[in-house]
């Protein structure tokens, strides 16, 4: 009888993983050929664009930062998402006394909160009707940009066929989960650019051509607007790659329920926004960047609901063993080793969820609380809750502002 729930939960379990390790081989093939940087910088207008909503306590630090993190001349564009605190009048006293610090200064006050991907969609909008055609580097408030960066990822565009690029985050205060986790993903990032393209960049600094940005396909419901880009600039015909020369600095949330949230809610918009393109004509003729899109797509829309079945399949096993008694012979050898396989499957996944970051058990922990997080994700969109706004993690902000 144990043969039933066995074969479906081998079944279900090929069915859930197998994508990753193909994937997972694939990068590592792919890490072998390293995309060639240019020698020459590009000769193209730079605009930093700052989303902010309630920074009070750190935006006079970003502002200090990004005007002398760089030499290249650039201009600044700082739009507010209807801050309730003092957000807004700190940084129109900031350009009062520093308005010499960049070539141009613009604060766009919105009226209410939608979003960043609607505040993002404001601001680009005002920057096509006002005839920019340049460069886009957008950052965080809590995000600091390292030294070098900026110079490094502008130089990216002297290559024509460069639409995007993102750089790599250093978290401070991170738990072991979230080290590996970044770990991880940098490394499939780095692989999928070296081959084509990569869907997935970090907002919190990340720079693009406008020209290339098809504002009509950023779903201002939705999160992920860094995703969004990526995945739009790809689909004009340029490369969206990720740079691991280029980083910049944020505190991860301090706790583990801290980052668990912000992990389901970034797992949200990245389904989302690979659900609604899946179709799309330009992911299907666009070659080798199609097959990395529909991989992503596979593990994570559909691992995590083969993943659970997997697990119904494993207490289906346990549950009629309790009933008819421990099986003898061949069932007894299936249900033991399959019992040592979920034994190795649950440590795993409690350590990494604990913040234990073990060599062996992390890797495979990582992937099964992410696949976790993306089922969480697709309940809550099941439910009808979004993500686009989120409470904001204010202890990140009190850290940051205590560091400075």
């Given at each position: 009888?144990?043969?039933?729930?066995?074969?479906?939960?081998?079944?279900l379990?090929?069915?859930?993983?197998?994508?990753?390790?193909?994937?997972?081989?694939?990068?590592?093939r792919?890490?072998?050929?390293?995309?060639?940087?240019?020698?020459?910088?590009?000769?193209?207008?730079?605009?930093?664009?700052?989303?902010?909503?309630?920074?009070?306590?750190?935006?006079?630090?970003?502002l200090?930062?990004?005007?002398?993190?760089?030499e290249?001349?650039?201009?600044?564009l700082v739009?507010?998402?209807?801050?309730?605190d003092?957000?807004?009048?700190?940084?129109?006293?900031?350009?009062?006394e520093?308005?010499s610090?960049?070539?141009?200064?613009e604060?766009?006050?919105?009226?209410?909160r939608l979003?960043?991907?609607?505040?993002?969609h404001k601001?680009?909008?005002?920057?096509?009707?006002?005839n920019f055609?340049?460069?886009?580097?957008?950052?965080?408030?809590?995000?600091?940009?390292?030294?070098?960066?900026?110079?490094?990822?502008?130089g990216?565009f002297?290559?024509?066929?460069?639409?995007?690029?993102?750089?790599?985050?250093?978290?401070?205060?991170?738990?072991?989960?979230?080290?590996?986790?970044?770990?991880?993903?940098?490394?499939?990032?780095?692989?999928?650019?070296?081959?084509?393209?990569?869907?997935?960049?970090?907002?919190?600094?990340?720079?693009?051509?406008?020209?290339?940005?098809?504002?009509?396909?950023?779903?201002?419901?939705?999160?992920a607007?860094d995703?969004?880009?990526?995945?739009?600039?790809?689909m004009?015909?340029?490369?969206?790659?990720?740079?691991?020369?280029?980083?910049?600095?944020?505190?991860?949330?301090?706790?583990?329920?801290?980052?668990?949230?912000?992990?389901?809610?970034?797992?949200?918009?990245?389904?989302?926004?690979?659900?609604?393109?899946?179709?799309?004509?330009k992911?299907?003729?666009?070659?080798?960047?199609k097959k990395?899109f529909?991989?992503?797509?596979?593990?994570?829309?559909?691992s995590?609901?083969?993943?659970l079945g997997?697990?119904?399949?494993?207490?289906?096993?346990?549950?009629?063993?309790?009933?008819?008694?421990?099986?003898?012979?061949?069932?007894?050898a299936?249900?033991a080793?399959?019992?040592?396989?979920?034994?190795?499957?649950?440590?795993?996944?409690?350590?990494?969820?604990?913040?234990?970051?073990?060599?062996?058990?992390?890797?495979?922990?990582?992937?099964l609380?992410?696949?976790?997080?993306?089922?969480i994700a697709?309940?809550?969109?099941?439910?009808?809750?979004?993500?686009?706004?989120?409470?904001?993690?204010?202890?990140?902000?009190?850290?940051?502002?205590?560091?400075?």
């Amino acid at each position: 009888m144990v043969w039933v729930p066995a074969i479906a939960e081998a079944a279900l379990g090929t069915l859930a993983f197998f994508p990753f390790l193909k994937h997972r081989i694939s990068i590592s093939r792919w890490l072998k050929k390293p995309i060639q940087y240019p020698e020459k910088p590009p000769k193209q207008p730079l605009m930093i664009l700052l989303p902010i909503w309630n920074e009070a306590k750190i935006i006079k630090q970003k502002l200090d930062s990004l005007s002398t993190n760089t030499e290249i001349t650039c201009s600044l564009l700082v739009i507010d998402s209807a801050s309730t605190d003092d957000s807004v009048t700190l940084v129109k006293d900031w350009i009062k006394e520093n308005d010499s610090k960049f070539e141009s200064i613009e604060l766009i006050e919105m009226e209410s909160r939608l979003g960043k991907t609607a505040a993002v969609h404001k601001a680009l909008t005002h920057l096509k009707s006002s005839n920019f055609d340049g460069l886009v580097l957008m950052t965080d408030a809590d995000a600091t940009i390292s030294k070098g960066t900026i110079d490094r990822m502008y130089g990216w565009f002297s290559q024509q066929e460069i639409g995007a690029v993102g750089a790599r985050a250093i978290r401070s205060q991170s738990t072991g989960e979230e080290s590996q986790y970044r770990d991880m993903f940098e490394m499939i990032r780095q692989g999928e650019s070296n081959k084509d393209s990569t869907p997935f960049l970090e907002g919190s600094c990340m720079m693009w051509r406008l020209s290339s940005l098809d504002l009509s396909l950023l779903n201002l419901n939705s999160n992920a607007d860094d995703a969004q880009i990526a995945t739009a600039v790809r689909m004009a015909g340029l490369r969206s790659i990720f740079d691991e020369k280029a980083s910049f600095t944020d505190v991860a949330p301090p706790t583990v329920d801290g980052q668990r949230r912000q992990k389901i809610r970034r797992a949200q918009g990245l389904q989302r926004l690979l659900k609604d393109h899946k179709k799309n004509p330009k992911i299907r003729g666009s070659g080798r960047f199609k097959k990395i899109f529909s991989i992503q797509h596979y593990m994570h829309v559909y691992s995590p609901i083969l993943a659970l079945g997997v697990g119904i399949s494993a207490l289906s096993r346990w549950v009629m063993v309790s009933v008819t008694g421990m099986p003898t012979g061949v069932d007894a050898a299936i249900h033991a080793s399959l019992g040592v396989l979920e034994l190795f499957c649950l440590t795993s996944w409690l350590c990494v969820r604990q913040g234990l970051r073990l060599p062996l058990l992390g890797k495979i922990g990582t992937i099964l609380t992410g696949l976790e997080y993306l089922l969480i994700a697709q309940y809550n969109s099941f439910r009808g809750r979004t993500s686009h706004m989120w409470q904001q993690h204010s202890d990140t902000r009190e850290i940051i502002s205590k560091k400075n």
